[in-house]
């Protein structure tokens, strides 16, 4: 069982920039993939989207509308993963989730935390 917690969020102007960080509670260095989610905008309910994310090889992946504004991150000394986000726009407010794909005693499983909010004004 592994628990992450997510921090770094807030209130930022439009082009602001934040670092958002994910804290599991066990080793992360194993992962399969890291990364964060976030809330669908045009979505209701739990829809969430891909922002980035990063494989156990190095290898990353960005939305398209994040690319060139969002670096993601991995700490493995700490066992955190970061979101580095720039020139945010109001379109980037959202819940945003970190969540491990983890292989655990052979049983893979993908852990979420609960969410940090980032809400960017106009």
């Known amino acids: 069982q592994v628990q992450l917690e997510e921090s770094g969020g807030g209130l930022v102007q439009d082009g602001g920039s934040l670092r958002l960080s994910c804290a599991a509670s066990?080793?992360?260095?194993?992962?399969?993939?890291v990364g964060w989610d976030r809330q669908a905008r045009q979505a209701a309910g739990t829809q969430r989207e891909l922002?980035?994310?990063?494989?156990?090889?190095?290898?990353?992946n960005y939305a398209d509308s994040v690319k060139g504004r969002f670096t993601i991150s991995r700490d493995t000394a700490n066992d955190t993963v970061h979101l580095q986000i720039n020139s945010l726009k109001p379109d980037d407010s959202s819940v945003y989730y970190c969540?491990?794909?983890?292989?655990?005693?052979?049983?893979?499983?993908?852990?979420w935390g609960q969410g940090t909010q980032v809400t960017v004004s106009s």
């Open positions: 969540y491990v794909d983890l292989t655990i005693h052979w049983v893979r499983r993908v852990y």
């Open positions: 066990g080793s992360i260095v194993g992962a399969n993939v």
């Open positions: 922002v980035a994310s990063i494989a156990s090889g190095g290898s990353t």
